[in-house]
């Protein structure tokens, strides 16, 4: 009897919930199909994506092949040689270590000197009267020489490695831009104790160069680049 009792119980239960019972099986069929919809298209968005970011790595890589064709394509037309290229930005570098690398006087005369001997420069040369000009000194009695460069403790050394452009080829003759990094430091900020940290000055130096097929270096100048120094501790 009990059993008989509990099923019209449950009868009346269902016709009075039924618009409830029926809400609920709509929102949980509509969340369903929400949740997938959601997942499928947060998995189209990420294939996307990555579609994107491969495309662009493609996109770098030919911008860089064009790019390198390019630069190839021009020394062709110019007749520049790889070989020389090489030879010529080694011939180059060594220069500049040579010109921008003295902490004191005598090491800055020496650098000149060595300059006029290796590449064959003289006194008459741009580079070596205009910038790069005699270092102005004070001669004492006995002929000792106090420079001013020790006076203000200046030191100089070739900061890294120059860009070096060819911009002209004619018969067998390279002429170079050249910008290259001068690191500059004082030993006045130690002597001083104004800072125990060193502090390195970095002037951009633009140069123009020619370079023969023997290796010979001529019409060398240099200019400061504009800008200002950097300034790193």
């Known amino acids: ?10 009868r009346g239960f269902f016709r009075r919930n039924l618009s409830v019972l029926v809400t609920a099986a709509v929102l949980a069929v509509v969340a369903t199909v929400a949740c997938a919809t ?18 662009e790595v493609q996109l770098a890589g030919i911008q860089k092949k ?14 520049a040689s ?21 902490d004191s006087g005598q090491s800055y005369e020496a650098a000149r000197e060595r300059l006029k ?5 003289t006194e008459n040369e741009t580079f070596l009267k205009s910038f790069m000009p005699p270092s ?13 460069i020790d006076a203000v403790g200046l030191n100089s050394a ?6 070096i452009e060819v911009v002209d080829v004619k018969a067998g003759v390279y002429t170079y831009a050249v910008l290259a990094d ?29 370079v023969d097929a023997q290796s010979k270096v001529s019409n060398l100048a240099g200019v400061p680049a504009s800008g200002e120094a950097r300034y790193s501790g």
């Open 66 to 79: 064009n790019a390198a064709q390019v630069n190839a394509d021009v020394m062709t037309a110019m007749g």
């Open 117 to 121: 001997s290796r590449f064959g420069l």
């Open 158 to 163: 070739s900061g890294g490695d120059p860009d």
């Open 82 to 102: 790889r070989t020389r290229l090489s030879t010529d930005g080694e011939r180059i570098k060594s220069l500049l270590s040579m010109a921008f690398t003295w």
């Open 182 to 210: 001068v690191e500059v430091t004082s030993d006045a900020v130690s002597q001083n104790r104004a800072s125990e940290a060193s502090v390195t000055a970095h002037w951009p130096t633009l140069l123009f160069v020619t």
């Open 136 to 148: 102005r000194f004070n001669e004492d009695s006995q002929g000792r020489r106090y420079y001013y």
């Open 38 to 55: 959601w997942s499928s298209r947060h998995a189209a968005l990420a294939a996307q994506q990555a579609q994107i970011d491969d495309a």
């Open 1 to 10: 009897m009990a059993t008989q009792a509990a099923a019209p119980t449950r």
